[in-house]
């Protein structure tokens, strides 16, 4: 397999020219620089938010922001893309979690998933840190850039917010946090923007590792198990193409991705019925499952044929 990790001296000299940006627009250095990778996916599509395995890769491609404390609640972000304006907000001063206008969407209200779910990560690990949910979270200022295709299909909406969590975090007083949970506290990061996604985005990001892939169940719990694929000669190489086709999730999730797990929801339940089966809903519609009702069914197979075994 090809290489899943950037070339080290192409990275270096982007992370420096990064910080020379930020310097140059908040006039100081930034502590630290957090990065997530894109990810590209070999087998399953639709099928995460069913609770089937997926076979996805992290990829070379990624986003980093470079970032510092404000010294109070205000946060400040930036793009090295033009098309993304700055932002600036306060996260509210009575401890609270920030809100997002679903009405008024923006790559900020991305940021904003990402303090929501690093906020009550905090309350939940380490709530002293925020007198128990009487202090707001501390502010930042950051400069995002990315080299995942925004749109493109390889998940930079996961990189992004797994970047902001992590910055999130760090200025709070979170020094580390296990792979384990910062995938389960950002698989819904993208939900409080209306996006029903399931884990693979997040889970390929957090736990990719060079040169192998990632088998991702969700049942009984998330889990991610790398594995290299067999030797071949010639080596196994997969190209990664761009169509140059955006799908903005933030603008046609509704009658596009949403409506596709919709529609498997719907799928779920009328097998349900059609077998007269009772599955418990486990889906982010707090719905049936495909993988929930087609267990159910062959349970119910395995009784009946051994039923009648019996009875013979």
Request: include cysteine; charge should be neutral.
């Amino acid at each position: 397999m090809s290489p899943s990790t950037p070339n080290e001296k192409v990275q270096l000299a982007r992370y420096k020219a990064v910080e020379a940006k930020f310097a140059n627009l908040y006039g100081e250095k930034p502590s630290l620089i957090a990065r997530a990778p894109g990810r590209v996916n070999l087998i399953g599509e639709h099928i995460d938010y069913c609770h089937f395995s997926v076979l996805p890769m992290a990829i070379e491609v990624d986003v980093i922001a470079p970032f510092v404390a404000s010294g109070d609640s205000s946060v400040t972000i930036n793009n090295t893309d033009p098309k993304f304006s700055s932002e600036s907000f306060s996260f509210p001063a009575d401890g609270s979690v920030v809100e997002i206008d679903k009405n008024n969407l923006s790559w900020g209200s991305y940021f904003k998933c990402s303090a929501i779910v690093a906020h009550k990560f905090i309350l939940e690990k380490y709530a002293h840190l925020l007198d128990g949910g009487k202090k707001p979270l501390k502010g930042l200022k950051a400069l995002f850039d990315g080299t995942v295709p925004t749109g493109g299909g390889l998940s930079s909406s996961a990189a992004f917010c797994i970047c902001a969590t992590l910055a999130i975090l760090h200025v709070n007083g979170v020094e580390q946090i296990t792979k384990e949970d910062l995938t389960r506290i950002t698989v819904v990061c993208e939900h409080y923007v209306g996006l029903n996604n399931g884990g693979m985005d997040q889970c390929a990001s957090v736990n990719g590792e060079p040169n192998k892939v990632l088998l991702i169940s969700f049942k009984p719990a998330l889990k991610s198990t790398p594995f290299e694929l067999p030797e071949t000669k010639p080596e196994t190489i997969f190209l990664i193409t761009n169509s140059l086709i955006t799908a903005n999730k933030t603008e046609t999730a509704p009658k596009n991705y949403n409506l596709r797990v919709v529609e498997v929801a719907v799928a779920a339940e009328l097998i349900a019925r059609k077998f007269g089966l009772k599955v418990s809903p486990d889906s982010n519609l707090d719905t049936a499952t495909l993988r929930g009702s087609f267990r159910c069914v062959l349970h119910a197979e395995i009784g009946r044929v051994c039923l009648g075994r019996a009875g013979y």
